[in-house]
């Protein structure tokens, strides 16, 4: 997310949807409300005037971070790349609203469950930006970038590792990946994915156990591995099969791009689009100025300030991204390419996350400051999956006498100054590590530790202030021992397994939990009984159950993802079947001034 991310994987959230608004010191004891009213967004728009010929495209993207600027899909990590990289890279393969595979798409995939293979069948014309056509060899070195120890890359998961061989190439092993054969040759059209178990979700979008993306293999593969990321071949002149082609980049900043002439379902409308960061507090006055034609990432604190401006309309839906707090519980072992939980950490009592958890506000933050823009999260799945999947539970409402027996129960007990030590009697200090952007992210973060503070919890900010996007996911990412708390967020793939977020195997895993029954319940989702979806929504929502009572993470924000676009803009549509996000390849416009009508 999905947003193409769906990729098969996961993205991290934006810098902006950590930095919350806070409430203040007015809390009470409990919540009155277990959920909020949210606003409603159509996601497309009917402009029923005449496309111009060509045309200029500005989009924003909303970011006080410069953006990394990893234009590979096996490599990058962050939803800012994923925007940037919105309308040239496709993926291979198209589906429906709910996510299912229709074959549309680039390619097309045809699932042998006897045999235990997917066959994906490159359709004619589909080229790179440079021309030369997409083939078979441009499938299998996509999964060779991404399982190359030494590309690092965070999306070699323990669900690719159900591909024969994958894992043999990830050790150094073996030099290629037996699992997948390309049966007409490098240049054919055809791979075919060899699995050692067939999973129910293959039919669906963001699965995470195939790749829904190709790799240049003749433009890149003379790139050593671990230069990869850093290359200007993926930095500054990238090739992708979609709509456009980056033209120009200038680091951290903008992107232009322009047609995509040798595009397979031919050449798009606009002459050119130009994409560029602008900060959290310039970007409502950008739109009063009419300067941008869509935004990316607009902040919905100041939703109020921005939501009615003349000349745009905003497009919208329910997001598959959502905030949480994440509890530090071990250490991520590069060499064994696993997560190692340690009970001893500061983190490591549950009742000490669940009691972290009760003493937040969440649906006062989000009925307060969101303006129906989002609703307080229960569960690690987040509602847009639908009741069959997302668990009708409570979650961590406010809830502080729960909170305070909770951690007298545990043996936190509370000393003369107010605070508590931990049960051995030592001095408890919490490090909480949250994100910088825009004008909240202290003030939220205040005022999560005031409420952390009336439980009787000493809580410091890591560093003493809100860490810059980059530093901050650095530190996650590193298992920084300043860090035991984090808030966090990140936006799904479009299949709800959590496997790829919370295994055992799981990069992203940053929380570091493990456990027998997490391992189980996960592997239980996924498993051959999942086969049948009436079992599988059964395990997902018995998992969800189960996260909820570890707490090793706790959602906080579900939200509604808001895109405006200025009314000259035609055929914009932000349905999850529509390529790219916003329609790139028939997106035009009407008239070649982003003025007010």
């Given at each position: 997310?999905?947003?193409?991310?769906?990729?098969?994987?996961?993205?991290?959230?934006?810098?902006?949807?950590?930095?919350?608004?806070?409430?203040?010191?007015?809390?009470?004891?409990?919540?009155?409300?277990?959920?909020?009213?949210?606003?409603?967004?159509?996601?497309?728009?009917?402009?029923?005037?005449?496309?111009?010929?060509?045309?200029?495209?500005?989009?924003?993207?909303?970011?006080?971070?410069?953006?990394?600027?990893?234009?590979?899909?096996?490599?990058?990590?962050?939803?800012?790349?994923?925007?940037y990289m919105n309308p040239t890279a496709e993926s291979l393969f198209a589906y429906n609203s709910k996510?299912?595979?229709?074959?549309?798409?680039?390619?097309?995939?045809?699932?042998?469950?006897?045999?235990?293979?997917?066959?994906?069948?490159?359709?004619?014309?589909?080229?790179?930006?440079?021309?030369?056509?997409?083939?078979?060899?441009?499938?299998?070195?996509?999964?060779?970038?991404?399982?190359?120890?030494?590309?690092?890359?965070?999306?070699?998961?323990?669900?690719?590792?159900?591909?024969?061989?994958?894992?043999?190439?990830?050790?150094?092993?073996?030099?290629?990946?037996?699992?997948?054969?390309?049966?007409?040759?490098?240049?054919?059209?055809?791979?075919?994915?060899?699995?050692?178990?067939?999973?129910?979700?293959?039919?669906?979008?963001?699965?995470?156990?195939?790749?829904?993306?190709?790799?240049?293999?003749?433009?890149?593969?003379?790139?050593?591995?671990?230069?990869?990321?850093?290359?200007?071949?993926?930095?500054?002149?990238?090739?992708?099969?979609?709509?456009?082609?980056?033209?120009?980049?200038?680091?951290?900043?903008?992107?232009?791009?322009?047609?995509?002439?040798?595009?397979?379902?031919?050449?798009?409308?606009?002459?050119?689009?130009?994409?560029?960061?602008?900060?959290?507090?310039?970007?409502?006055?950008?739109?009063?100025?009419?300067?941008?034609?869509?935004?990316?990432?607009?902040?919905?604190?100041?939703?109020?300030?921005?939501?009615?401006?003349?000349?745009?309309?905003?497009?919208?839906?329910?997001?598959?991204?959502?905030?949480?707090?994440?509890?530090?519980?071990?250490?991520?072992?590069?060499?064994?390419?696993?997560?190692?939980?340690?009970?001893?950490?500061?983190?490591?009592?549950?009742?000490?996350?669940?009691?972290?958890?009760?003493?937040?506000?969440?649906?006062?933050?989000?009925?307060?400051?969101?303006?129906?823009?989002?609703?307080?999260?229960?569960?690690?799945?987040?509602?847009?999956?639908?009741?069959?999947?997302?668990?009708?539970?409570?979650?961590?409402?406010?809830?502080?006498?729960?909170?305070?027996?909770?951690?007298?129960?545990?043996?936190?007990?509370?000393?003369?100054?107010?605070?508590?030590?931990?049960?051995?009697?030592?001095?408890?200090?919490?490090?909480?590590?949250?994100?910088?952007?825009?004008?909240?992210?202290?003030?939220?973060?205040?005022?999560?530790?005031?409420?952390?503070?009336?439980?009787?919890?000493?809580?410091?900010?890591?560093?003493?202030?809100?860490?810059?996007?980059?530093?901050?996911?650095?530190?996650?990412?590193?298992?920084?021992?300043?860090?035991?708390?984090?808030?966090?967020?990140?936006?799904?793939?479009?299949?709800?397994?959590?496997?790829?977020?919370?295994?055992?195997?799981?990069?992203?895993?940053?929380?570091?939990?493990?456990?027998?029954?997490?391992?189980?319940?996960?592997?239980?989702?996924?498993?051959?009984?999942?086969?049948?979806?009436?079992?599988?929504?059964?395990?997902?929502?018995?998992?969800?159950?189960?996260?909820?009572?570890?707490?090793?993470?706790?959602?906080?924000?579900?939200?509604?993802?808001?895109?405006?676009?200025?009314?000259?803009?035609?055929?914009?549509?932000?349905?999850?079947?529509?390529?790219?996000?916003?329609?790139?390849?028939?997106?035009?416009?009407?008239?070649?001034?982003?003025?007010?009508?």
């Amino acid at each position: 997310m999905k947003k193409r991310s769906v990729l098969g994987m996961i993205t991290l959230a934006t810098a902006l949807s950590i930095t919350l608004v806070a409430c203040g010191s007015k809390s009470s004891n409990s919540s009155s409300s277990t959920s909020n009213k949210s606003v409603k967004f159509p996601i497309s728009y009917n402009n029923t005037a005449k496309a111009v010929k060509g045309g200029n495209v500005n989009v924003a993207v909303v970011d006080d971070s410069p953006f990394k600027g990893v234009f590979n899909e096996e490599l990058y990590t962050d939803q800012y790349d994923y925007y940037y990289m919105n309308p040239t890279a496709e993926s291979l393969f198209a589906y429906n609203s709910k996510f299912k595979f229709n074959n549309k798409g680039a390619a097309t995939l045809k699932q042998d469950n006897n045999a235990k293979t997917i066959t994906v069948t490159i359709k004619p014309n589909v080229k790179w930006s440079d021309g030369q056509p997409v083939v078979a060899r441009d499938l299998v070195y996509a999964y060779e970038i991404m399982a190359n120890k030494a590309t690092k890359s965070q999306r070699y998961t323990e669900s690719l590792q159900n591909i024969e061989g994958l894992t043999e190439y990830h050790d150094g092993k073996a030099d290629s990946i037996s699992g997948l054969t390309m049966p007409k040759g490098d240049n054919g059209n055809t791979m075919v994915i060899h699995f050692k178990q067939m999973k129910p979700s293959f039919g669906t979008s963001g699965n995470g156990y195939f790749l829904e993306n190709a790799a240049p293999y003749h433009y890149l593969h003379d790139v050593a591995f671990d230069k990869l990321e850093s290359s200007d071949k993926v930095r500054k002149q990238p090739l992708f099969f979609g709509p456009y082609k980056i033209s120009k980049v200038v680091a951290g900043q903008s992107v232009q791009y322009t047609p995509n002439k040798y595009y397979w379902k031919g050449t798009p409308k606009l002459d050119k689009i130009t994409m560029e960061n602008v900060s959290t507090a310039s970007i409502t006055s950008a739109l009063k100025n009419h300067k941008y034609d869509v935004v990316y990432g607009m902040p919905s604190d100041t939703y109020n300030d921005w939501k009615s401006i003349a000349g745009y309309t905003n497009l919208g839906h329910q997001s598959l991204a959502y905030n949480y707090l994440g509890f530090k519980l071990g250490k991520w072992d590069d060499s064994k390419s696993e997560n190692v939980y340690n009970p001893k950490a500061k983190m490591a009592n549950k009742s000490l996350r669940q009691a972290m958890g009760y003493a937040l506000n969440n649906d006062e933050v989000a009925s307060k400051f969101y303006n129906g823009t989002r609703t307080r999260a229960t569960t690690l799945i987040p509602p847009v999956f639908g009741k069959d999947v997302h668990a009708d539970i409570k979650g961590y409402d406010l809830n502080i006498k729960k909170a305070n027996s909770l951690l007298d129960k545990a043996g936190y007990k509370k000393g003369k100054d107010g605070y508590r030590t931990d049960p051995n009697g030592k001095k408890l200090t919490i490090n909480f590590a949250t994100m910088a952007g825009g004008s909240t992210a202290q003030p939220l973060a205040q005022d999560y530790i005031q409420q952390w503070k009336k439980i009787g919890l000493r809580v410091k900010l890591t560093t003493g202030r809100p860490i810059e996007f980059n530093s901050f996911y650095d530190k996650i990412q590193k298992d920084d021992k300043s860090v035991d708390v984090y808030a966090a967020a990140w936006s799904l793939s479009s299949d709800p397994s959590p496997m790829d977020l919370f295994s055992a195997k799981a990069p992203f895993n940053y929380t570091r939990f493990v456990s027998a029954e997490n391992t189980k319940l996960l592997n239980d989702i996924d498993g051959q009984k999942a086969m049948n979806p009436t079992y599988r929504a059964k395990a997902l929502k018995a998992w969800q159950k189960y996260a909820n009572d570890e707490a090793f993470a706790i959602p906080t924000l579900y939200r509604a993802e808001i895109f405006p676009v200025n009314k000259r803009v035609k055929n914009a549509s932000v349905d999850y079947a529509s390529a790219n996000y916003l329609n790139w390849s028939k997106l035009a416009v009407t008239s070649n001034s982003t003025a007010k009508k």
